[in-house]
């Protein structure tokens, strides 16, 4: 499947139906009187995070979604049909943004992060008021109805930031796509040249006592990947939801590079992206020990994650060794960030039901009258 991780869609709500103008004439009935009803409603565009999606690839092909109208009103009081809410899903972790049709700037409206999380897109445009609601004492036979209100319209930007817990960083032939192939079922593409992952990888790892976790492969980096050098700057925003970096540097000394110099340039990179990533729990691994000719190597880049204060640990993710290690050393730090999310979500869960209003009940009589005619879409705020 393509991975695609940013694509722009056009939204549309349901228009609301016009009211009636209808009179009740029914034989031996005298005074039968307006009996127009309302128009129904007209149906609003919702997105829901859907667990089984995993890329916005769907949406190259699908950028237009439209939710139903409502319908008009009828005579005998009867109401038009509310129009069907149309949900789209997109993969967890995705940003929605919306753009401004003159500016073409971005603001953001929602971030979906847990799945079944559903976010109101586009409201459906209201129901007109039939001419059985206008008459009075004075006004037995109104003859005024409502037109439907125009549903709301959004040209709308997606940006998929992948959920893993635990991110591989480093340059490109480190070890990464091989590390993640050996912990986990993922089959990425593995070669002895720079940038054979061109897409970010994921893969569940399984640990002993039911506890597993996602762990992301990204595309190497190389150094002024933060201003668009190799593909660095087009990924880096997947591995920033992660819990924990793990730097993956080649000491074998094939590539001809000091280990500690391509370390360096990595958490040089990964802090002028963005600082945050910098201030995550970071762990580093020596890949290729089976195939090390130089054990300062080795030594240097130990000493220089001691001083960062950073575990360290000396791996080969073709033979194994030390993989078992360095994944059990990422747990702690995994369930530790997971209970504070749990409490975070659970807090938040809380004051959205003391700030929800109380329910009331739909009353005509309180709705302003409508203008006729096209109505613009407000810009939302």
């Known amino acids: 499947m ?27 009935v005298p005074r039968g009187g307006p009996d127009g009803g ?13 667990p089984h999606r995993n890329t916005l690839v769907h949406f190259q092909f699908n950028p237009d979604y439209k939710a139903q109208r409502g319908g008009n009103g009828a005579g005998a009081l009867r109401t038009g049909r509310t129009g069907k809410d149309l949900e789209i899903p997109v993969p967890i972790g995705t940003l929605i943004h919306q753009k401004d049709p003159d500016t073409g700037e971005l603001e953001q409206v929602a971030d979906l992060t847990r799945a079944g999380q559903r976010v109101l897109l586009a409201k459906g445009g209201r129901g007109g008021l039939g001419n059985a609601h206008f008459a009075t004492s004075t006004n037995r036979a109104p003859r005024k109805v409502q037109p439907g209100e125009d549903g709301e319209e959004f040209d709308l930007h997606l940006t998929l930031k992948l959920l893993a817990d635990v991110g591989l960083v480093g340059f490109p032939n480190a070890g990464k796509s091989t590390l993640i192939s050996v912990v986990s079922a993922a089959k990425p593409k593995i070669a002895d040249y720079p940038f054979t992952t061109l897409t970010p990888n994921l893969g569940v790892v399984a640990l002993s006592g039911d506890r597993s976790f996602v762990v992301a492969d990204v595309p190497g980096l190389i150094e002024g990947a933060h201003d668009g050098h190799g593909l660095g700057d087009q990924f880096l925003r997947h591995i920033e939801r992660t819990k924990v970096l793990v730097h993956i540097v080649d000491v074998s000394g094939a590539s001809g590079r000091d280990p500690v110099e391509d370390f360096d340039i990595i958490r040089r ?22 195939a090390l000719d130089d054990p300062t190597r080795v030594t240097a880049l130990e000493k220089r994650a001691k001083k960062l204060k950073l575990k360290f640990f000396q791996i080969s993710a073709v033979t194994g060794d030390g993989v078992k290690q360095l994944i059990e050393a990422a747990w702690p730090i995994i369930a530790k960030a997971r209970e504070i999310e749990a409490r975070e979500i659970e807090l938040a869960q809380e004051q959205e039901e003391d700030e929800a209003p109380p329910p009331s009940d739909y009353n005509p009589a309180l709705v302003p009258t409508l203008r006729g005619g096209k109505k613009t879409a407000q810009k939302r705020r």
């Open 38 to 50: 309302n128009g129904g409603g007209g149906g609003s565009v919702y997105a829901v995070a859907d």
């Open 2 to 28: 393509q991975f695609v991780d940013e694509v722009d869609i056009h939204v549309q709500s349901g228009h609301g139906g016009s009211g009636s103008l209808s009179f009740r004439r029914e034989k031996f």
């Open 269 to 290: 990179e990964l802090e002028l992206y963005n600082p945050e990533l910098i201030a995550k729990p970071q762990l580093v691994a020596a890949n290729k020990i089976d």
